[in-house]
């Protein structure tokens, strides 16, 4: 899992920009249309989005 991408935040709709070297964990939600993203910095962050499409898109933009 190597790249950068930007995810929709699930309170506010907001984006926000994740590095793939700084997610700790990707843990699904219940209803799977959104992960927790648990960073190596202690933040957590509900985005939208099952892992598997997290982990394309950081995938898809590696450099």
């Known amino acids: 899992m190597m790249g950068k991408a930007s995810f929709t935040l699930k ?3 907001s984006e926000i920009v994740i ?3 700084d997610i700790e ?3 699904p ?3 799977f249309r959104f992960s ?3 960073l190596k910095n202690g933040e957590k962050h509900f985005v939208a989005g099952t ?3 997290i982990e394309n898109k950081l ?3 590696a450099s």
């Open 36 to 38: 927790l993203l648990v």
């Open 29 to 31: 939600d219940a209803d």
């Open 51 to 53: 892992k598997e499409e």
């Open 11 to 13: 309170e506010d709709s």
């Open 19 to 21: 590095n793939s070297t």
């Open 25 to 27: 964990e990707i843990v």
């Open 59 to 61: 995938e898809a933009n």
